[in-house]
T-cell receptor
Framework: AQKVTQAQTEISVVEKEDVTLDCVYE???????LFWYKQPPSGELVFLIR??????QNEISGRYSWNFQKSTSSFNFTITASQVVDSAVYFC?????????????FGKGTLLTVNP | ETGVTQTPRHLVMGMTNKKSLKCEQH?????MYWYKQSAKKPLELMFV???????ENNSVPSRFSPECPNSSHLFLHLHTLQPEDSALYLC???????????FGSGTRLTVV
């Protein structure tokens, strides 16, 4: 069985602060994908990043960075110099690699509020 | 527009009503999904279709009935729902994992 835990239910920061969203996962699969999605108030889930289990390199995209640690089964997401527009619910998700259907297992999400 | 369009955006229905949710994608994706998002709970996978064939029914009550007439369209037919079925229903599609899923904006359903 697969499981994704986002222990932080809500985080509130002031604009320009850095913030890290935690994600811990459980899977028996040796090959898998991890994702982060952003859900703004409008409702749709916006894809942010995909990481496969073969690749433990950390990734940076603008103010966003991701730290994948296979040894601790964690895939944490850091926003540097947060902005009000970053306010949203962020979901971490997991799926096994391969096959034609990709059933994502989601965490419960972390509500990030960035205050001006 | 995300590439996956869901209608209606909001729906209020009585417990004896019959209604349908619609999802449409023209991204060339072969798989389509229904997810349910309730407050304080993880997104729950409901149904999966691959090339119009249902490949997954995640123990969903029969008052939810999916239909996939072609690879671009997915419906969720609703009848005799309960108040606890009130939630955001999200449709998604995928072809490969290069970009993950593409989600629609969801239908906010309220059962009264």
């Amino acid at each position: 069985a697969q499981k994704v835990t986002q222990a932080q239910t809500e985080i509130s920061v002031v604009e320009k602060e850095d913030v890290t969203l935690d994600c811990v996962y459980e899977t028996r699969d040796t090959t898998y994908y991890l994702f982060w999605y952003k859900q703004p108030p409008s409702g749709e889930l916006v894809f942010l990043i995909r990481r496969n289990s073969f690749d433990e390199q950390n990734e940076i995209s603008g103010r966003y960075s991701w730290n994948f640690q296979k040894s601790t089964s964690s895939f944490n997401f850091t926003i540097t110099a947060s902005q009000v527009v970053d306010s949203a619910v962020y979901f971490c998700a997991l799926t096994r690699l391969g096959g034609s259907n990709y059933k994502l297992t989601f965490g419960k999400g972390t509500l990030l509020t960035v205050n001006p | 527009e995300t590439g996956v369009t869901q209608t209606p955006r909001h729906l209020v229905m009585g417990m004896t009503n019959k209604k349908s949710l619609k999802c449409e994608q023209h991204l060339g994706h072969n798989a389509m999904y229904w997810y349910k998002q309730s407050a304080k709970k993880p997104l729950e996978l409901m149904f999966v279709y691959n090339f119009k064939e249902q490949t997954e029914n995640n123990s969903v009550p029969s008052r939810f009935s999916p239909e996939c007439p072609n690879s671009s369209h997915l419906f969720l037919h609703l009848h005799t729902l309960q108040p606890e079925d009130s939630a955001l229903y999200l449709c998604a599609s995928s072809f490969s994992l290069r970009g993950g899923y593409t989600f629609g904006s969801g239908t906010r359903l309220t059962v009264v």
